[in-house]
């Protein structure tokens, strides 16, 4: 009597289960989907509410339930939350897993012989002849046509095994690998990448701190046109133009020229030409005498300086032209009538907001005015040090060429078998399969029984 | 100024390709209806016309004012038109899928004439569109949306032949079991039949229908005239196949351009991260089409789900969204 010994419940199996359990999660084609779909909801949702701004934004744009959940559930920011950087990883895991445990073993089927009378794509061919010379003929003729041709013996039947794109079943590993590669790319800017954005004032420099790059900014030049359009006069923003001297660190100081579309290449670091401005120079006086509280430094839009403890002065609005009908801001973008708006603040409240002209000053009470005296432009640049780049590229080029291949080609497996008949004909039996179903394959497969059908008898 | 020629013949373009279109969709409804070949040919010809004049209006556009066509909605809006049509007719000759035509040209007419109220009049390029990225990205990703919106055309069809079969099958089903005196709730839906050919064993894929139309219905006749929902289902498939590749060199090219003018290659721009939601969507579709279960219904509603990304990409985007590539006048 044979005993079988019970198999101990042990600590290990517990673990090798709950892994096998874990792979073939990983590896299940619907779990793959569903994270697919779920990744599209996150997507979507990222482009319908509006992504990084104030949470203050949110209780203005919608109702305040909807913008407590927006702020509650991380969609103010969803492409950097946990949220979606797990959903891609698992994404790459499942690709991963999948690719290597289920599509290929499915895709790249073991050599077996089929019922062929079962098979939904199958005819049968009477060819005149005796066997071995008939198979001969129809491997000849396969292989003829670019097939592979593998013959089998199977419990004493000899079967001929007929592939065509054997090759493209890789296709879907190829795509796969190509979105991991993307995935890896992304990944070495996340470690090793930085980027940043710095405004210079023309004249001056800036260095920047994750290189030591020192970039002096020696003009900046812009062209906006008058165009004449069905809704009246735009002004039509031609070109922006920033010369600079950039002095790599331990480095000689060279001149170049950044602008939109042509960034600067300085050591694997690009630097883009992104914004410019308009800074001013005030003066804060009281009593007509200059005050030490007045900007050392022309100010951007948005700065401000202090006046004393609780008051501050805020640059707010550059003003190209000033319609001086109404007194506000022209649409003119140009500095041709320029002035400026500021912002009177006391601690956080707003005291009160006011236009400028260009050149002329503003009584603020208490024998205190603030003069705005000239502008100077400045030039904004982003940089940017991804060394991921061309990994990306490369991934994104498999990505294609795997789309391309899987699309493209058309794996098809044909299963032939032969039998002599009595009445001196051979029954080729034909079966034929593909990765993408049987009705995609349907005509093709009929020209090529039909083709059998004309392969002339032997003389 | 422009050439006030230059204009005239601009015009005349604009205009026949907006007729053409408006007159194929009439002609090729037409032969969808009736199966009349002269429909067939007319329709044909109507659509070519239309498309070459469609390019002919681009091209005449570029030549009259000096600035590449596409930098705006209504351009890239008359290319969606012009290459719809294009491709619509490529595998319209291959695949005699003319059939489908009244519905593409319906759809280029009214981008075309939509198109037509977003010009602003010609405008320089601002300084992020001067770039030779515009002339292989913009047209890259409009050819694909194109290209879905033949994919979604045929799938309609698909929907509409498939929901009448079944709505054919559940008259059968209520018919046999008033017969038999049998609550509906408790019948069977009827069983798909297979045949036997010569070239192996074929799901009849809507056997309510051909039975109907041989009892003489004259709506599955008609239906019945389409081609079959198998064969719908590949043309979809592969017009999708065409589509989908497209899309992704599309965005892969938007971000090379990205990378040179905004300083990085990805942003999460309203429009980049449309873009990548809608071929997620064409991924799940290829993906799920692999399975036997989900070819047919399922993957034709999931493509009609995925031009509807597709107009949300590229207009909702364009029109209600603002990010890096509202260029809205």
Redesign the interface.
Same mark, same amino acid.
């Given at each position: 009597m044979t005993t079988i010994a019970a198999e101990k419940p042990g600590k290990g199996n517990a673990v090798r289960g709950t892994v096998a359990d874990l792979l073939n999660l990983l590896s299940d +084609?619907w779990f793959? /989907?569903l994270l !697919?779909?779920i990744?599209?909801v996150m997507? *979507?949702i990222?482009? #319908?509410v509006d992504?990084q701004k104030d949470p203050t934004v949110y209780f203005t744009s919608y109702p305040a339930p909807l913008a407590r959940l927006v702020l509650r559930l991380h969609l103010d920011n969803i492409?950097h939350s946990p949220a979606y950087v797990g959903m891609i990883g698992l994404i790459v895991s499942t690709m991963t897993f999948a690719t290597f445990r289920s599509v290929i073993p499915r895709r790249m089927p073991a050599l077996r012989p089929v019922k062929i009378d079962? /098979? %939904?794509?199958? $005819?049968f061919v009477s060819i005149p002849g005796d066997e071995p010379s008939v198979r001969e003929r129809i491997a000849a003729y396969f292989a003829s046509h670019g097939w592979t041709i593998r013959k089998r013996e199977f419990g004493g039947d000899e079967w001929t095994f007929v592939d065509k794109h054997n090759w493209a079943r890789r296709g879907v590993l190829v795509a796969h690998v190509g979105f991991i590669v993307i995935a890896i790319g992304?990944t070495m800017y996340w470690a090793r990448g930085y =980027?940043g954005t710095t405004a210079i004032i023309s004249g001056d420099s800036a260095t920047i701190p994750q290189n030591g790059t020192t970039i002096k900014l020696n003009s900046f030049g812009y062209r906006i046109?008058p #165009?004449?359009?069905? $809704?009246g006069t735009?002004y039509? %923003? #031609?070109? &922006?133009v920033s010369q600079v001297t950039v002095t790599p660190k331990d480095g000689k100081p060279y001149d170049a020229v950044i602008?939109?579309?042509? %960034?600067l290449d300085v050591n694997g670091t !690009?630097y &883009?030409? =992104?914004t410019y401005g308009f800074a001013i120079a005030f003066t804060l006086t009281k009593d007509g005498k200059p005050l030490p509280v007045s900007p050392a430094q022309p100010l951007r839009e948005g700065e401000a300086f202090q006046v004393d403890g609780t008051h501050a002065i805020q640059y707010a609005q550059f003003i190209g032209t000033i319609d001086r009908k109404t007194g506000g801001a022209g649409t003119d973008p140009r500095p041709n009538d320029p002035g400026v708006v500021i912002n009177a603040f006391e601690g956080d409240q707003l005291l009160g907001r006011s236009m400028i002209p260009l050149g002329s000053s503003l009584d603020l009470g208490d024998g205190y005015r603030l003069a705005a005296n000239r502008y100077v432009l400045y030039s904004g640049f982003? &940089?940017?040090h991804?060394p991921g *780049?061309p990994i990306?590229g490369i991934g994104?080029f498999v990505?294609?060429a795997g789309?391309?291949i899987? +699309?493209?080609f058309l794996p098809a497996r044909l299963y032939v078998r032969t039998a002599a008949e009595p009445d001196g004909t051979v029954r080729v039996g034909i $079966?034929a399969t593909t990765?993408?179903? &049987?009705? *995609?394959y349907?005509e093709r +497969? $009929?020209e090529l029984?039909n083709a059998l059908r004309r392969t002339p008898a032997p003389a | 100024m422009l050439d006030p020629t230059r204009q005239l013949i601009d015009q005349i373009l604009l205009e026949i390709a907006i007729a053409s279109f408006a007159a194929g969709t009439l002609v090729l409804l037409g032969y969808l209806l009736t199966r009349t070949l002269a429909f067939k040919r007319l329709g044909s010809v109507l659509a070519v016309l239309g498309g070459v004049t469609a390019f002919a209006e681009l091209g005449t556009r570029w030549w009259m004012t000096g600035i590449w066509p596409l930098t705006n909605l209504y351009g890239s809006l008359s290319l969606f038109a012009a290459m719809g049509v294009l491709i619509f007719c490529v595998f319209a000759f291959k695949y005699d899928l003319w059939f489908a035509g009244s519905g593409v040209l319906a759809i280029a007419a009214i981008a075309l004439a939509y198109g037509t109220d977003w010009n602003e009049g010609y405008m320089p390029a601002v300084p992020a569109l001067q770039s030779y990225w515009i002339k292989i990205h913009v047209p890259l990703v409009i050819s694909a949306y194109a290209t879905f919106m033949v994919a979604f055309a045929i799938a309609i069809l698909y929907i509409i032949k498939d929901t009448i079969e079944r709505n054919y099958g559940s008259r059968t089903v209520r018919a046999r079991a008033a017969g038999l005196g049998v609550d509906v709730s408790l019948a069977q839906p009827a069983a798909s039949a297979f045949v036997t050919t010569e070239f192996g064993i074929k799901r009849v894929d809507t056997p309510n229908l051909e039975a109907a139309a041989a009892r003489g219905d004259s709506l599955a006749l008609w239906l019945m005239g389409l081609p079959s929902l198998s064969k719908l289902d590949i043309l979809t498939y592969r017009i999708v196949a065409v589509g989908l590749p497209l899309l992704s060199i599309g965005i892969i090219t938007g971000a090379m351009w990205a990378k040179e003018a905004w300083g990085a290659y990805w942003q999460w721009d309203p429009k980049e991260t449309a873009a990548l939601a809608s071929w997620i969507v064409y991924a799940l579709y290829m993906h799920l089409h692999t399975r036997n279960g989900w070819r047919g219904i399922r993957c034709a509603w999931i493509n009609v789900a995925g031009f509807a990304s597709i107009v949300f990409c590229y207009l909702g985007v364009n029109i209600w969204i603002s990010g890096l590539h509202s260029y809205k006048v």
């Open positions: +084609f793959g /989907m !697919l779909a990744w599209g997507t *979507i990222g482009v #319908i992504q492409y079962v /098979m %939904p794509l199958h $005819a992304t =980027s046109d #165009i004449r359009t069905k $809704a735009t039509q %923003p #031609i070109d &922006y602008r939109v579309n042509h %960034p !690009l &883009y030409q =992104s982003q &940089y940017r991804d *780049i990306v994104a990505l294609v789309l391309c899987s +699309f493209y $079966a990765v993408k179903g &049987y009705d *995609i349907e +497969f $009929a029984v | -």
